[in-house]
């Protein structure tokens, strides 16, 4: 009987170890909050920026401080921030003649994405902007075989950030939407960014200091194309009146006001 009771007894505690090294290992693993939202503050600016001559002249400041081959801490953040400048060098300058950074964008960001001392907290940006500079670098690729390999690598990290981050930061849903509304209907991912769309509304709504104002505007008006182009006007035009209502004195508040005046009767 004294047997059978301690056999009924150590299990038991067997099971409460457990329970407490994965209580340990969860807060070991626990991705900081506060320190993922001061990186979005922090990378907010450069995220924001689509003058190419800004961007140029800041990416060559940062790429002359920086050792790539052998990244310290200290490195880790201006390294995700020179990712960030050469991936937007390539989305808004490759149709002026700034062409390559999407390349160089991978190359800044695979270095610091795979590093193993990347503080968890900034993979969900630095992922997601390494996924979006390969579509980048798809699109500027000449050969066929090319542009589609480097597309659905981009997809796969992007996808894996959103899986994997995307209650943690805005980000990753943001970036993943943005491309996959922009690609050809060949890759099937407008429903998939549509609803990436929807996913940071409804956390706007929740959560409106979170997400800045004139990301969302973009948001309402990319949901606002999408419900056009489904022949949802009324849904439409909701989502461009949130859009000027965001940006009044702006590029995308204009150009919903735009709409507007022509749909909304």
């Not at 590093?115 to 969900?124: G, W």
Request: include cysteine.
């Amino acid at each position: 009987m004294r047997n059978m009771g301690r056999a009924k007894f150590f299990p038991g505690k067997t099971v409460l170890l457990i329970i407490c090294l994965m209580v340990l290992a969860a807060k070991a693993f626990a991705v900081d909050q506060f320190k993922i939202k001061e990186y979005e503050q922090l990378l907010l600016a450069d995220a924001g920026c689509d003058d190419p001559e800004t961007l140029l002249t800041e990416s060559e400041k940062l790429a002359a401080a920086l050792s790539l081959e052998n990244l310290t801490a200290e490195e880790f953040l201006p390294a995700v921030r020179l990712g960030i400048l050469y991936h937007n060098l390539s989305l808004h300058g490759a149709g002026q003649g700034y062409r390559g950074y999407a390349g160089k964008a991978v190359t800044v960001l695979t270095r610091v994405y795979h590093h193993p001392d990347l503080p968890e907290e900034l993979r969900p940006i630095s992922g997601s902007y390494l996924g979006s500079s390969l579509a980048l670098a798809g699109d500027e690729a000449i050969n066929p075989a090319k542009k589609i390999k480097h597309v659905k690598d981009g997809l796969k990290y992007l996808d894996a950030t959103v899986k994997n981050y995307g209650r943690d930061s805005y980000f990753p849903l943001l970036l993943r939407a943005n491309v996959g509304i922009a690609l050809p209907s060949f890759f099937r991912r407008e429903k998939a960014a549509v609803q990436d769309y929807l996913t940071l509304a409804g956390w706007y709504n929740r959560e409106p200091e979170r997400i800045p104002a004139g990301i969302m505007a973009s948001v309402f008006l990319h949901l606002g194309a999408y419900y056009k182009r489904e022949k949802k006007l009324d849904e439409a035009i909701t989502y461009w009146r949130k859009a000027r209502q965001l940006d009044p004195e702006g590029e995308v508040g204009a150009r919903a006001g735009e709409l507007l005046e022509l749909f909304e009767g």
